[in-house]
Nanobody, 120 residues
Framework: VQLQASGGGLVQAGGSPRLSCAAS????????MGWYRQGPGKQRELVAT???????NYADFVKGRFTISRDNAKNTVDLQMNSLQPEDTAVHYC???????????????WGQGTLVTVSS
């Protein structure tokens, strides 16, 4: 499974970029898709996840600013980010839990990361 993320870049404080991620390759199904981020000098942390059935999980710091969505038919997941602040500067990683066969366990896959830099 390959995950290709796009949409990062330089934004001003208060900006609203949208990240997109597409899964490709050979797999039977994808369960959870989501986004993590890693800021400068920080550990990677959860941003938001969205399960195939629709259950969402957001980090506390999101505070209603971000919305995760996905297109199951296209195997894509998007993250709409609003009201960004400089502390939101981070490399954002797309992730997906996929399995190759119906009887196989799910395995986590990671994209290469896309940098979002928020200027004050």
């Amino acid at each position: 499974v390959q995950l290709q993320a796009s949409g990062g870049g330089l934004v001003q404080a208060g900006g609203s970029p949208r990240l997109s991620c597409a899964a490709s390759g050979t797999f039977f199904s994808i369960n959870v898709m989501g986004w993590y981020r890693q800021g400068p000098g920080k550990q990677r942390e959860l941003v938001a996840t969205l399960a195939n059935g629709g259950d969402t999980n957001y980090a506390d710091f999101v505070k209603g600013r971000f919305t995760i969505s996905r297109d199951n038919a296209k195997n894509t997941v998007d993250l709409q980010m609003n009201s960004l602040q400089p502390e939101d500067t981070a490399v954002h990683y797309c992730t997906a839990a996929a399995r190759g066969r119906s009887w196989s366990p799910y395995r986590n896959y990671w994209g290469q990361g896309t940098l979002v830099t928020v200027s004050s």
